[in-house]
């Protein structure tokens, strides 16, 4: 019989039974990963040209007629601890990004690589292990929390159907977790509708914690709730991720919630990062037109300096994934676009400080 151990204890690498080793495939595409960082020990994560794209049929045959490019060449890798804050509007691709790292879709192209393993092609049995480890939780805890489940069997699926711990190592399990997310553990055979929104979200949390897991794809976590309670949950997940050891992708609409949490921030535009940087940096000095629209409407907590700010105002709406414009993506909405700009697709560059931008403009610019 298995037991529970101490989370500390279950933070150990799990051993996946597939996979080929990082190091030799990494070798091969030294190329196109050459803005993710070398020191391979602490990097928990590694994505490497990233793509997933979803066909598009027609007919009763479903001919395929063309692909919506989710997610399009995408490359970044955290290292264990840390935060990875994902943004960019509606349809850029995040949620895809995050549930290809889970493996709940199989990549159309690219590696990823979790603890040293490459987990791009694992299979059913590789991803019950590796869902040990790697957790999800979603904006809308009422859709991911069974209403015909009390809070204590919601907590215990997991470990259940992994058949870990006695009878009573669960209990105590369960009583662990709530008290770690801030709730009376005597609330454990009560029913989700029975919480307020930013409870329902502390029981996700604490569902996704029983597993023990190293890494956790936070997406949109807080968005559906109220201010004040969002601060309650982003200062738990940070209380969680020192004591715990936890990494975390953070993806968010947000960006002032993303900036308190994120050691680097990705600027995702139509399925392609256009700017990758530390969090501090990408606030302070963004240099891509498209984050620095966006940045510019971040409120400041100022009330004068925030009415002196000059806003960016973003026309038009993001084109569709199926037919992504030529040449650089954002140029149907770029007032800097020229002719190279439709022509030519813009490359992530290193402009230095651990600081990647995708503009050909950005000498010109900035
Ligand atoms: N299963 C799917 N089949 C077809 N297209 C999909 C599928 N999932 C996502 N897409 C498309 O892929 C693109 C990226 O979607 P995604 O959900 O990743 O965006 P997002 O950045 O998370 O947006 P939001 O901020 O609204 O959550 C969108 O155009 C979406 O319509
Ligand atoms: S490459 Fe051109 S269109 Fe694209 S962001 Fe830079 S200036 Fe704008
Ligand atoms: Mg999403």
């Given at each position: 019989m298995s037991v529970i151990p101490d989370i500390k204890e279950l933070s150990d690498p799990v051993?996946?039974?597939?996979?080929?080793?990082?190091?030799?495939?990494?070798?091969?595409?030294?190329?196109?990963?050459?803005?993710?960082s070398t020191d391979m020990k602490s990097e928990i994560l590694v994505v490497n040209d990233l793509k997933m794209y979803f066909p598009v049929t027609k007919g009763?045959?479903?001919?395929?007629?063309?692909?919506?490019?989710?997610?399009?060449?995408?490359?970044?890798?955290?290292?264990k601890g840390e935060t990875l804050g994902l943004v960019g509007e509606s349809g850029s691709g995040k949620s895809t990004i995050g549930n290809c790292v889970m493996r709940n879709l199989v990549p159309s192209g690219g590696k990823i690589f979790f603890d040293g393993q490459e987990i791009t092609n694992m299979d059913k049995k590789g991803l019950k292990l590796l869902h040990k480890k790697l957790q999800m939780i979603t904006q809308d805890p009422y859709a991911s929390l069974d209403p015909r489940m009390t809070i204590n069997q919601a907590i215990l699926e997991g470990p259940r159907i992994n058949k870990l711990g006695t009878k009573k190592e669960q209990e105590e399990l369960v009583e662990r977790m709530l008290?770690?997310?801030?709730?009376?553990?005597?609330?454990?055979?009560?029913?989700?509708?029975?919480?307020?929104?930013?409870?329902?979200?502390?029981?996700?949390?604490?569902?996704?914690?029983?597993?023990?897991?190293?890494?956790?794809?936070?997406?949109?976590?807080?968005?559906?709730?109220?201010?004040?309670?969002?601060?309650?949950?982003?200062?738990?997940?940070?209380?969680?991720?020192?004591?715990?050891?936890?990494?975390?992708?953070?993806i968010g609409h947000d960006l002032s919630v993303v900036r308190h949490l994120s050691n680097h921030v990705a600027v995702l535009y139509l399925g392609k990062i256009v700017e990758i940087t530390t969090a501090e940096e990408m606030y302070d000095n963004p240099l891509h037109p498209y984050t620095k629209a966006?940045?510019?409407?971040?409120?400041?907590?100022?009330?004068?300096?925030?009415?002196?700010?000059?806003?960016?105002?973003?026309?038009?709406?993001?084109?569709?994934?199926?037919?992504?414009?030529?040449?650089?993506?954002f140029c149907t909405r770029c007032k800097y676009a020229d002719t190279r700009c439709r022509e030519e697709e813009p490359e992530l560059k290193d402009v230095g400080g651990e600081h990647f931008v995708a503009c050909h403009k950005i000498a010109e610019l900035n």
């Open positions: 051993e996946l039974p597939q996979g080929e080793k990082i190091k030799e495939s990494l070798d091969e595409d030294i190329s196109i990963r050459d803005h993710a009763l045959l479903k001919r395929k007629v063309a692909d919506v490019k989710a997610v399009d060449g995408v490359t970044f890798s955290i290292k008290t770690l997310v801030g709730l009376n553990s005597e609330f454990k055979d009560r029913y989700p509708h029975e919480f307020s929104g930013g409870q329902r979200q502390r029981i996700s949390i604490a569902r996704a914690l029983a597993m023990s897991p190293s890494f956790i794809v936070c997406d949109e976590i807080v968005s559906a709730l109220d201010v004040s309670i969002q601060a309650q949950i982003v200062s738990l997940m940070m209380k969680l991720q020192e004591e715990l050891e936890l990494t975390y992708i953070f966006l940045i510019s409407a971040v409120p400041i907590p100022h009330p004068t300096i925030d009415r002196q700010r000059q806003r960016i105002i973003l026309e038009g709406e993001i084109p569709s994934p199926i037919d992504p414009p030529k040449g650089c993506h």
